[in-house]
């Protein structure tokens, strides 16, 4: 049966106006209209070696180190720095300087040893206490608390090196509770560390853990701060830096604690994953000012600790987080300081990390659109002579050990447009929806027109790209495309319509059948449809 357009009868071309449309389905495959990635970049690789150059280093969300070094290097204060990284949130003031417990994460033997000393004792969570002896020579060299069941357990060390149980009448500490080594005539205890002794201020207990146990430092909130800023900002920074990594650094810990609701043992981890925290090897003059300086000052969000996330630098366009004020804007502090790198990359590294694509022919980045060079890197398709490969920006970024998702690739750059872009997305010329390109992209009413193998990307600016078969495609350039035809563009690709038509002298031919909607109308193709002359074009 062949239809043209002025042929439609009304009955069907009124059937057809309001039918609801379904899933594109075709050859067995069902593909989703989705908008394409904003002027992805293709990079061609030419030679053995590419420069990858990065711009920040870190998540980006949040407070930008080197971005509030940059502000207070401009003359803005803490509170200005904190306002512009967390914006609607409040400073107010911690109610008390509490003791905050800190998991030391590189004492993993299940036991804390720790150095004899003047004034060295034990305490129980209820608050019974022991003061160790300290006798000269070697007899008690170390003390070491160990879990034994349910009971804490008291050794020293003796002058031949093996650690002996202590006993004593005057122990009477409850071994059912929790015990820590304190000293209060200097206030630090000395922790034995495999990987490197260290002294923490506060006391040092042995806090069990289901069947383990696990090394904790009890220690106020501003001497835990003494250790954590210099180790998360170099103490030799502006001065108003230095305040505004405090307030963020003592938010972030009360919130931590708040979110752990006294649940585990520790409040806090002593680690990049929580907050870098050394004990009293980290304590700087500068960073210790910066802390008097703010003392208790943190900041709220709704009557809640604020989530106060930062980063070493977000390159100059921080990003989205989980909270109202951890917010994507530009950064004009951060970019003033330039924390830009750039990083030489043999192709056949990537090709190691990436085998299946064999020999490396170029590289599309898809960005977010949002800093420089476009954005950060959402997603990376690496295109080699056996296969292509797509990957996430944070993948490829951890793969290759760069800094940041924000970078570019130097080398011979094109940008693909919305329609390339799609049918890289459907498979490229390996694909089993549109094969190879038959002629160069052109463009058409404003909008672009692709032609392939096994159909046709159609794009405007107000519909994006969208896919039809060979005879759906012929049939729209036989009514005159998207100039004369008064159809406009496709709304979405092409979908596989099964709903009974009302005109029962034609249901045979179009049910099943193949249907596009276009801005004004649509095309209706039956399934086994073989030239333009089968479809009919239906305007309204």
């Not at 030391?104 to 969570?125: C, E, Q």
């Not at 003033?336 to 990359?345: E, F, G, L, P, R």
């Not at 797509?390 to 940041?404: C, D, H, I, N, Q």
Request: proline letters at 3%; aromatic letters at 8%.
């Amino acid at each position: 049966m062949a239809q043209t357009l002025a042929a439609v009868r009304p009955a069907l071309r009124h059937s057809l106006a309001g039918l609801a449309s379904a899933a594109l389905v075709l050859g067995g495959a069902v593909v989703a209209a989705s908008p394409a990635a904003a002027a992805p970049e293709k990079i061609a690789a030419s030679s053995g070696t590419l420069t990858i150059t990065t711009a920040g280093w870190g998540h980006g969300r949040g407070m930008s180190q080197y971005g509030a070094q940059g502000a207070a290097k401009q003359g803005k204060k803490h509170t200005e720095i904190l306002k512009f990284y967390y914006p609607g949130t409040k400073l107010e003031t911690l109610k008390k300087n509490d003791t905050i417990r800190v998991w030391i994460t590189a004492d993993t033997d299940k036991k804390v040893h720790v150095y004899a000393a003047k004034g060295l004792r034990v305490r129980d969570s209820k608050g019974t206490t022991f003061t160790l002896p300290a006798a000269a020579g070697k007899k008690y060299s170390k003390w070491r608390l160990s879990r034994s069941g349910s009971k804490t357990v008291l050794y020293y060390r003796n002058a031949k090196g093996k650690y002996v149980k202590y006993t004593s009448k005057k122990l009477k500490l409850d071994p059912k509770r929790q015990w820590a080594f304190e000293n209060p005539e200097s206030g630090k205890v000395r922790l034995y560390l495999a990987s490197g002794n260290r002294t923490y201020r506060g006391s040092l207990a042995l806090g069990f853990h289901e069947k383990g146990a696990r090394t904790i430092n009890h220690v106020s909130m501003e001497n835990y701060l003494r250790s954590v800023v210099p180790s998360e900002m170099p103490a030799s920074w502006e001065a108003e830096a230095l305040k505004a990594q405090t307030v963020a650094a003592r938010s972030y810990a009360a919130r931590y604690r708040a979110n752990l609701g006294g649940k585990q043992v520790y409040d806090i981890c002593n680690t990049t994953s929580c907050q870098v925290y050394k004990g009293t090897m980290t304590e700087h003059s500068a960073t210790d000012k910066a802390i008097k300086a703010t003392t208790g000052e943190v900041l709220t969000y709704k009557k809640q600790y604020a989530w106060t996330e930062f980063s070493s630098s977000n390159g100059g366009y921080s990003v989205d987080g989980p909270n109202d004020y951890i917010v994507a804007q530009k950064d004009p502090y951060d970019a003033a300081m330039k924390q830009i790198k750039d990083t030489k990359i043999k192709t056949s590294n990537i090709e190691k990390k990436y085998p299946k694509i064999g020999k490396l022919k170029s590289i599309t980045l898809t960005r977010d659109g949002k800093g420089l060079w476009g954005g950060r890197v959402t997603q990376v398709t690496l295109t080699g002579s056996k296969d292509s490969q797509k990957v996430a920006g944070t993948s490829f970024k951890s793969a290759l050990g760069l800094r940041e998702t924000m970078f570019t690739i130097g080398g011979s750059t094109t940008t693909l447009s919305a329609n390339e872009q799609r049918w890289e997305d459907l498979g490229g010329a390996k694909g089993t929806l549109l094969g190879k390109a038959t002629a160069p992209e052109v463009a058409r009413a404003g909008g672009q027109y692709s032609a392939f193998e096994k159909g046709a990307l159609w794009w405007s600016k107000a519909t994006g790209s969208h896919r039809l078969s060979p005879v759906a495609n012929a049939a729209y350039l036989a009514a005159g495309g998207p100039e004369k035809s008064g159809l406009g563009f496709p709304k979405k690709d092409e979908y596989a319509f099964t709903t009974k038509i009302v005109d029962e002298d034609i249901a045979e031919d179009f049910v099943p059948a193949t249907r596009v909607d276009f801005e004004s109308g649509m095309i209706l193709c039956p399934a086994k449809a073989a030239k333009a002359e089968d479809c009919v074009v239906s305007l309204g």
